[in-house]
DNA sequence: TGGTTAAATATTGTATACTTTTTTTGCGCA
DNA sequence: TGCGCAAAAAAAGTATACAATATTTAACCA
């Protein structure tokens, strides 16, 4: 793709994602287009994406803001999340291949062979298949609009900045319902899958809140 | 908003509903700029929203097309706006207020009104309220992203091209449909909203299908 | 004749200058 | 002092010129 474009979408998004660019900012073109060392032409564009993957807003008179979010956000996201990748995981559970559930499996197994003697992962491994894991079920869903939305769910800045290392008991229940999920698929059982999933993404919410409760605590 | 990039959002995008710009047409900006009677700077603008909105696809090396569509699309889209939309009725009837049952009840009403001695109705008419009474319910349910989802996916332009107007028997059942949703929001019913909203969109759904059939068959 | 490459052409990307709109500043008057 | 209006400044919108990239065409060689 552009360079110029691509730069400064991956400069302003970081910089969002990173808190650089703070919440309720307004970001002035000029001043981005130094910061990403690109013209306002290419910024313009790149503001344009970030818009509609919802880094920011446009207010009043197409003066642009990093969007900001309340606590109530993160659980609106998880609510959403929970029924999306629930309705995922049943339509995929009908539209499955047999390849596909060979690699839902190896990136399954990745995770159970990242697991330490303390119950523990690496959270790069953890991350990485995790993610090929809901990706690979959402791809299964063959709903391209379908997997649109979970992505630019998913990948809202503020899921980006809540990302939550598991407990060890946590990440035992997780790895049991990932299990359970290819199980279900295997079976081609739509309803099945689709609990499960929405089991999975509603415990990550649970998690998410203690881990929160226990930085409040800590402070 | 912005004058030009207004004009040529409207201009190229009603031309793509209208047909005019047919899918999987490749769409030149100059061709565009020219077209709208703009420069190719607010077209490129337009094209970027047009994609956030899947009126537009771009492929290869930043070239864009008119987004084609298959039947299965539109199956699609009447799927993922049964789930959507119930359950941002089931979500508003946890939220609803006083003032957004008035205004619901208000356009439930002006569709009743609307419908003449035959049993039909005047189509501008039922389309307004009928839009005008969704809307409310998104907004209803408290979610901005959920009602962006909604909104993107309504206005899909395989949508706009497929309104179907209903027979008096279809008519019928809608209003009821409505009436029906109407009562489980009064009641904070979560799950009666819910399952009313779905059977209204799969019922929508079926009287697109005959609408269709009877296409083919009248050829 | 068929394929490969290079030149020409078409199309998109980028920068910049200029225009319009909006916001801020500051001055005058009540 | 506080309000309102006007002028100035700032920021976004638009057009255009130029650069880079991709696609097509044509020619040459095997």
Same mark, same amino acid.
């Given at each position: 793709?552009?360079?110029?474009?691509?730069? !400064?979408?991956?400069?302003?998004?970081?910089?969002?994602?990173?808190?650089?660019?703070?919440?309720?900012?307004?970001?002035?073109?000029?001043?981005?287009?130094?910061?990403?060392?690109?013209?306002?032409?290419?910024?313009? /564009? !790149?503001?344009?994406?970030?818009?509609?993957?919802?880094?920011?807003?446009?207010?009043?008179?197409?003066?642009?803001?990093?969007?900001?979010?309340?606590?109530?956000?993160?659980?609106?996201?998880?609510?959403?999340?929970?029924?999306?990748?629930?309705?995922?995981?049943?339509?995929?559970?009908?539209? @499955?291949?047999?390849?596909?559930?060979?690699?839902?499996?190896?990136?399954?197994?990745?995770?159970?062979?990242?697991?330490?003697?303390?119950?523990?992962?690496?959270? /790069?491994?953890?991350?990485?298949?995790?993610?090929?894991?809901?990706?690979? @079920?959402?791809?299964?869903?063959?709903?391209?609009?379908?997997?649109?939305?979970?992505?630019?769910?998913?990948?809202?800045?503020?899921?980006?900045?809540?990302?939550?290392?598991?407990?060890?008991?946590?990440? *035992?229940?997780? @790895?049991?319902?990932?299990?359970?999920?290819?199980?279900?698929?295997?079976?081609?059982?739509? *309803?099945?899958?689709?609990?499960?999933?929405?089991?999975?993404?509603?415990? *990550?919410?649970?998690?998410?809140?203690?881990?929160? !409760?226990?930085?409040?605590?800590?402070?």
């Amino acid at each position: 793709m552009s360079k110029a474009i691509d730069k !400064a979408y991956a400069r302003i998004r970081s910089g969002i994602v990173s808190g650089e660019l703070a919440p309720g900012q307004h970001l002035k073109e000029e001043e981005l287009a130094e910061l990403c060392d690109v013209s306002r032409t290419p910024v313009r /564009d !790149a503001l344009r994406q970030l818009e509609a993957d919802y880094f920011v807003e446009r207010r009043d008179n197409q003066r642009v803001f990093v969007a900001s979010w309340t606590e109530d956000d993160i659980d609106d996201i998880f609510e959403l999340r929970a029924m999306l990748e629930g309705f995922a995981a049943g339509r995929a559970a009908e539209h @499955i291949t047999q390849g596909q559930l060979i690699q839902l499996r190896h990136h399954h197994e990745a995770i159970v062979k990242g697991v330490g003697a303390n119950g523990l992962i690496d959270s /790069d491994v953890f991350l990485e298949n995790n993610r090929a894991f809901h990706r690979l @079920i959402w791809d299964a869903a063959r709903s391209a609009r379908l997997a649109a939305m979970l992505q630019r769910l998913v990948e809202q800045p503020v899921v980006m900045r809540t990302l939550v290392t598991y407990g060890a008991k946590d990440l *035992a229940r997780s @790895i049991s319902q990932h299990d359970e999920i290819l199980d279900a698929l295997s079976h081609g059982d739509r *309803a099945w899958a689709n609990a499960a999933m929405t089991s999975h993404i509603l415990h *990550a919410q649970r998690v998410y809140h203690s881990a929160a !409760a226990e930085q409040v605590a800590a402070q």
